[in-house]
């Protein structure tokens, strides 16, 4: 094979960490020498990264993966959180695919390069080319790997392992390059940001480092815990003006039966304190969140605690799962008897439910004034796209040819359709 020739696509499943770990491994195959392209018709080489969290994103994968027969000349490689559990399965099922590399091998992307290059060439390259790549405008970076938690109904701790703080000074630096690469947004990541700890570095110590970057506009992170997050985090959202104020805290339920069945280590009652003294500290601030319908034994009762937790609460955004039995947790231990038709029942109700309330909250917007930090133009009309209001995707009309990408503007938010604002920028004479 000729290096120089090779051409590849990745193709993403799962959630955000998965989406770093490709932008990661993208990195390094380019500067091997590498090519990326946007169609996989065009690729030597397809690699699947792939999830397994749901039991839906791994029969999303096995779709994916069984559409690939027909492309007899690609080299199909899989990674990721299925790579590492259905090892076995993948192998007896899809004799298309040439490498199978784990999550063990995975936590490590150097060291799946490496395997990858060596599976390309039968050497193991030494050298890296040092390509440079323009850092995307908003950027996501993983500052620990790995879980403590064990929620029940999670297979997160299993298939990556415990919980590992990366070095502070690591991610410092990480983060300075993006910047100084061109991202003016990073968002980090972690299973559980909140229990970040490395050499006594906490994680609110963290984020006060990093939004001393020149340059760097706006923070977010994600995933947050109930348990772990603390006053001194709180008030540094409210103070450090880098810090955008939105946070996605997973409720998962509004019974205090269920959350102890989950082993989520929190109740109602110390969930809406954690709401209460965000919303005092931060009025701003927009509160995101994950709810889980169906969960073993969850009763009527149950399920309209959590109906009613959304109402009252009143999220700007409510992403709803029906649970799905995962291996290796507890929760696989009990008779799933909720039907699969009322879990869908329940997830409707409470996906209505949140999208009018995230109409709601949106509507009130209109006749105010946004920043808006731009990731993308739409060059084909007079509208701009633009990416991360404060509190939602948000599209602006303008004829302005001096916006560019990387600027925050202000938006006098005029309309909505959807939950997309609509708005007129007002550009500083």
Do not use: W
Not at 175 to 202: D, K
């Amino acid at each position: 094979m000729n290096e120089h020739k090779l051409t590849f696509f990745i193709y993403t499943m799962g959630c955000q960490m998965n989406v770093y770990e490709s932008e990661m491994l993208n990195m390094y195959l380019l500067n091997y020498g590498l090519l990326k392209v946007q169609n996989i018709r065009n690729a030597n080489i397809v690699i699947v990264n792939t999830c397994s969290v749901r039991k839906h994103a791994e029969q999303k994968a096995f779709s994916y993966l069984g559409r690939l027969i027909k492309y007899k000349n690609n080299k199909i490689i899989v990674i990721g959180c299925m790579a590492e559990h259905l090892q076995l399965q993948l192998k007896k099922r899809f004799k298309n695919i040439d490498l199978i590399i784990g999550r063990n091998d995975t936590n490590n992307m150097k060291r799946t390069v490496l395997t990858i290059m060596k599976f390309l060439y039968q050497y193991k390259p030494n050298y890296i080319k040092n390509v440079y790549i323009k850092s995307s405008i908003i950027r996501y970076l993983a500052i620990a790997k790995g879980c403590n938690n064990y929620c029940s109904y999670c297979i997160v701790p299993f298939v990556r392992g415990k919980e590992v703080s990366f070095h502070y000074q690591d991610i410092f630096n990480k983060c300075t390059f993006m910047v100084q690469s061109g991202a003016r947004e990073i968002i980090l990541l972690g299973q559980n940001v909140n229990s970040y700890s490395n050499h006594g570095v906490t994680f609110t110590q963290l984020l006060r480092k990093i939004a001393t970057i020149e340059k760097l506009m706006r923070i977010r992170f994600m995933t947050n815990h109930p348990k772990d997050l603390n006053d001194d985090l709180i008030h540094a959202m409210s103070v450090i003006p880098k810090i955008c104020p939105h946070i996605h805290l997973p409720i998962q339920s509004g019974s205090d039966k269920i959350l102890y069945k989950m082993n989520r280590k929190y109740n109602y009652e110390q969930y809406i304190n954690l709401i209460n003294k965000l919303r005092i500290a931060i009025p701003s601030i927009n509160i995101t969140t994950d709810v889980i319908v169906g969960f073993p034994n969850e009763t009527e009762e149950d399920f309209n605690k959590t109906l009613n937790a959304i109402r009252k609460i009143k999220f700007g955004k409510v992403y709803v799962f029906k649970y799905s039995q995962r291996p290796y947790t507890s929760a696989s231990k009990i008779h799933d008897n909720i039907s699969y038709l009322e879990k869908q029942r329940r997830h409707k109700i409470i996906l209505e439910e949140s999208n009018k309330i995230s109409l709601a909250l949106a509507s009130q917007m209109i006749g105010s004034t946004q920043e808006v930090l731009i990731d993308k133009l739409n060059h084909n009309s007079i509208e701009a796209t633009t990416y991360h209001g404060y509190k939602t995707f948000i599209t602006i009309n303008s004829t302005h040819n001096n916006i560019h990408i990387g600027q925050i503007i202000n938006v006098k938010i005029i309309n909505i359709k959807g939950t997309s604002l609509f708005g007129n920028t007002i550009l500083n004479e």
